[in-house]
């Protein structure tokens, strides 16, 4: 995946996030921390990550942030809601995924 924004407001206090769409222009409000987490991710870490190297780096950063997931069923349920909040920013252009 690649980035294919810029990023015009960041409010963390407020959760926050406004980009701008560097193809279409359109200004898009995201109100989810894991998701401007792991846009930053590939916008600034790491351009080419793949989908899963993304969740599971977010992952990753939960358990440091929070310990570790009670079961498998709580893990996978949140890689899940990461997974969602990721196909929503290819489909609205935040990202690019390409086929290698």
Known sequence: MFANYTPL???PENK???A?????GQIIEIRDVDLSRMMGHVRL?????TVEE???MDLAEV????GDFKDDDERGDYAMTLYLGLAYAIKYGLLILVKD
């Open 9 to 11: 407001k960041i409010d």
């Open 16 to 18: 926050i996030y406004v």
């Open 20 to 24: 701008k769409v560097n193809t279409t």
């Open 45 to 49: 870490d790491h351009p080419g990550a």
């Open 54 to 56: 993304v969740v599971n």
């Open 63 to 66: 358990v440091k942030q929070t």
